[in-house]
């Protein structure tokens, strides 16, 4: 199945493909014919592999109607390193964990979307093909997400502009994802003592640009929310349980006990030179 989407991807590409979905009224509950707001959770990472603060990400809030595993892949041609899990493998991960939560309606999708500002418009134009008219996103991630997120670089319509010109262009865009496409940010934090002195300087530098933004285009402040998922679980990487696992050191403790299962049956992460 993971495959045959892949070819999709590879063969005029529309943009979003669901890979799994708990029941065919997806994102609708699985008892509701209807919604007038249907309200999803998405979280975008690279699963390689899943890890508990993945899982905690995934289950977080409970005034979801569904929620959305997403794998951003903007080049499926692209060399892996020899280390990686293939993308067939990350998404079966992802099925494995969406299906752990038995309980919270969650979907997994493969996305040809580099920027969260085209992420927002590409699944709202696709969900209301599948019927859903009114639709607010919230999009999970990390600090270093939210980093990217303020980050004009990321912007095309910021190239070969200096100062302010790069700030605006940002700016408009990310209007459009607050305000025009009525799309939030919830944003995983921790103590910030735990932080080495230049992440916590970064931090700071961040949260002061998303109170400027939000106060220049009269938004609310819950359009970017902080939550905290506990220090022990926000230092948990994925590149720290493929380290844990090729070097031999504990990893069982990092990931949910359906990627342990995973990761041992499909012998993942071994360094080959063991």
Same mark, same amino acid.
């Given at each position: 199945m993971t495959s045959q989407v892949l070819r999709r991807l590879r063969n005029a590409f529309s943009g979003v493909e669901l890979v799994y979905i708990p029941h065919e009224r997806w994102p609708l509950p699985s008892? %509701?014919?209807? %919604?007038?707001?249907?309200?999803?959770?998405?979280?975008?990472?690279?699963?390689?592999?899943?890890?508990?603060?993945?899982? &905690?990400?995934?289950?977080?809030?409970?005034?979801f109607d569904a929620r959305l595993l997403i794998l951003s892949v903007t080049n499926v041609d692209k060399t892996l390193k020899a280390s990686d899990a293939s993308y067939e493998q990350r998404l079966e991960m992802m099925v494995d964990l969406a299906k752990s939560a038995t309980d919270a309606n969650v979907a997994v999708a493969l996305m040809d979307e580099p920027t969260f500002v085209g992420k927002s418009?590409?699944? &709202?134009?696709?969900?209301? !093909?599948?019927?859903?008219? !009114?639709?607010?996103?919230?999009?999970l991630m990390?600090?270093?997400?939210?980093?990217?997120?303020?980050?004009?670089?990321?912007? @095309?319509?910021? %190239? #070969?502009?200096? #100062?302010n010109g790069v700030k605006n262009a940002m700016y408009r865009a990310l209007h459009g994802f607050f305000? !025009?496409?009525?799309?939030s940010v919830i944003c995983a934090s921790?103590?910030? @003592?735990?932080?080495?002195?230049?992440?916590?300087?970064?931090?700071?530098?961040?949260? !002061?640009?998303?109170?400027?933004?939000?106060?220049?285009? &009269?938004?609310? %402040?819950? &359009?970017?929310?902080?939550?905290?998922?506990?220090?022990?679980?926000s230092e948990i990487s994925s590149s720290s349980v493929r380290d844990a696992v090729c070097e031999g050191r504990e990893w069982n403790t990092l990931v949910p006990e359906c990627i342990k299962r995973y990761i041992e049956n499909s012998g993942l992460y071994v360094s080959s030179t063991k």
């Open positions: 008892n %509701a014919t209807s %919604a007038a707001v249907v309200r999803l959770s998405c979280l975008d990472s690279s699963f390689n592999p899943p890890t508990l603060a993945h899982e &905690k990400l995934m289950q977080h809030g409970n005034t418009r590409k699944l &709202k134009a696709f969900l209301r !093909e599948r019927g859903i008219q !009114e639709l607010k996103l919230s999009f990390g600090f270093d997400t939210l980093v990217r997120l303020f980050a004009p670089r990321y912007y @095309s319509d910021a %190239a #070969g502009q200096e #100062g305000a !025009e496409d009525d799309s921790r103590d910030k @003592s735990s932080y080495p002195a230049s992440n916590t300087d970064s931090e700071g530098l961040v949260e !002061e640009q998303v109170g400027e933004f939000l106060s220049e285009y &009269k938004l609310e %402040a819950d &359009k970017v929310q902080w939550i905290d998922i506990g220090q022990s679980i």
